[in-house]
């Protein structure tokens, strides 16, 4: 199990930026895959990146790529997530998560989360 600790969220002007953090801890950080999920007020959780445990590959939703980079740190046990150009659209809860021996979007196959941090971007 993974033990994963989000932040970095706040308040932002459209057009601005962010960056999140997560620190994990617990088991070995380097075997995870790592993603980076969001909730919006009354819509259900959706994928918005993925790294995989190297770094080398990365995934994106449609509606942040260009946008967004998520990256990792494996020897300071954190994975980020630097969100430019926002949109009133990003605002939601977002969630780190972590999957063992899985590369993709499939939420169902993140065991570990954490507890989210909110981005609220206004127009």
């Known amino acids: 199990q993974v033990q994963l600790v989000e932040s970095g969220g706040g308040l932002v002007q459209a057009g601005g930026s962010l960056r999140l953090s997560c620190a994990a801890s617990?088991?070995?950080?380097?075997?995870?895959?790592m993603g980076w999920f969001r909730q919006a007020p009354g819509k259900e959780r959706e994928f918005v990146a993925t790294i995989s445990w190297s770094g080398g590959s990365t995934y994106y939703q449609d509606s942040v790529k260009g946008r967004f980079t998520i990256s990792r740190d494996n020897a300071k046990n954190t994975v980020y997530l630097r969100m430019n150009s926002l949109k009133p659209e990003d605002t939601a809860v977002y969630y780190c998560?972590?999957?063992?021996?899985?590369?993709?979007?499939?939420?169902?196959?993140?065991?570990?989360w954490g507890q989210g941090t909110q981005v609220t971007v206004s127009s």
């Open positions: 998560a972590a999957a063992f021996s899985y590369y993709g979007s499939d939420e169902k196959k993140y065991n570990d």
């Open positions: 617990g088991r070995t950080f380097s075997l995870y895959t």
